[in-house]
């Protein structure tokens, strides 16, 4: 019995190379132990943090709150680590990077915090006239990349990694990449021109040649369009900095152009009618704008080949693609009432053939 209380003994103070179990299952408990007070952390301290929030009237501490919710899960976890270097007798080399693991642990914890904030900050500084959503979604997506660049810095530095030699020696390699990847830098470069230029903005409908659907989002290499098939297209940004871009989303006003095609037998007196009646229907109508700039303009333009022609153009308020054309619609109808109440038609291409004489036979 003694021998084997010995044993045990012995298993116990050896442990796991030198470390004797006590310290091992003692560190274990305290990650454990982390582990469920990071739990606590969210489901109880968070979500009364939560509540104090909702009370005030700004959004902003709502979104920093949502944002900071995995660092601050973090920290009991490092706080964890920590105490795990104090109970286990490591020394030298291991200790060494026992502890900078713990080092480069906090500063994830800090960065990780920060990276998370830049989100709410910049939605609290949109209403700024200059901060557009593509604006804000770079500087964003910019300010997060520095952010991670230089906590890698700090955390590589913690280690004994110096960044200056590391950096020159990306060098000629970094020359190399750059002349392979002359794309990538002219899509960056029309990106920050199509935003600079404001040309369009996520939301905005685009017609671009064959692309015609919703602008998504301006990423730094591509733009994702949504057709109104809901397929999304990813096109490079060169491609939409060098072609004719139709921005509906910056339209003021709709605009309606016909040109409408009446039979040669009516007369003027019909032909004042319907005009006279289509103007006042556009007139008194609370769909059409018809001041200033916008007023309507109805006229007998032209005798055509087989018919006269009446010009119609009238202006709508900024509306989507179906309520202007269902405006159109019961434009359309009024019209055709209009002209068959004139004793008028409307005129088709014809031409008019005429025999000087006949074949005796």
Not at 12 to 41: C, E, P, T, Y
Not at 78 to 102: F, H, K, M, R
Not at 104 to 128: D, G, M, Q, R
Request: hydrophobic share 50%; proline share 4%.
């Amino acid at each position: 019995m003694d021998d084997f209380i010995t044993l045990i003994t012995d298993v116990w103070n050896r442990g796991f190379f030198g470390i004797d179990l006590g310290s091992i299952i003692s560190s274990l408990l305290v990650i454990l132990l982390a582990l469920l007070f990071r739990g606590f952390i969210i489901s109880i301290v968070i979500k009364a943090l939560a509540k104090l929030a909702d009370k005030t009237e700004s959004n902003l501490d709502d979104e920093i709150l949502n944002a900071l919710r995995r660092p601050l899960g973090l920290i009991p976890i490092t706080i964890a680590l920590y105490i795990c270097t104090l109970i286990l007798p490591l020394s030298g080399l291991v200790g060494e990077i026992a502890t900078n693991t713990v080092k480069a642990f906090v500063v994830f914890t800090i960065f990780s915090a920060l990276a998370n904030s830049i989100k709410p900050i910049f939605e609290a500084l949109s209403t700024s006239s200059w901060l557009t959503v593509a604006i804000q979604m770079w500087l964003e997506r910019a300010s997060k990349f520095v952010v991670w660049v230089i906590g890698a810095a700090v955390i590589l530095d913690i280690f004994g990694i110096q960044i200056g030699p590391l950096i020159a020696g990306l060098g000629l390699f970094s020359v190399a990449v750059a002349l392979g990847a002359q794309d990538l830098f002219k899509n960056l470069i029309s990106g920050i021109l199509i935003i600079g230029e404001g040309r369009f903005q996520p939301g905005d409908r685009i017609e671009a040649g064959s692309i015609h659907g919703i602008v998504e989002s301006i990423g730094f290499r591509s733009t994702i369009v949504r057709s109104f098939d809901s397929a999304p297209m990813l096109i490079p940004n060169k491609d939409l900095s060098d072609v004719y871009v139709t921005n509906h989303g910056e339209m003021q006003n709709r605009r309606i152009n016909w040109k409408i095609n009446l039979i040669y037998s009516t007369s003027v007196d019909q032909l004042e009618q319907i005009r006279n009646n289509i103007k006042d229907y556009i007139v008194n109508s609370d769909s059409f704008l018809s001041d200033g700039e916008f007023q309507p303009v109805i006229r007998i333009v032209e005798l055509g080949e087989s018919s006269i022609d009446l010009l119609i153009v009238a202006y709508a308020p900024k509306m989507g693609f179906a309520p202007f054309n269902e405006l159109k619609e019961a434009l359309i109808f009024q019209i055709m009432n209009i002209i068959k109440e004139s004793g008028s038609d409307f005129a088709y291409p014809s031409t008019s053939l005429y025999v000087e004489s006949m074949p005796k036979d």
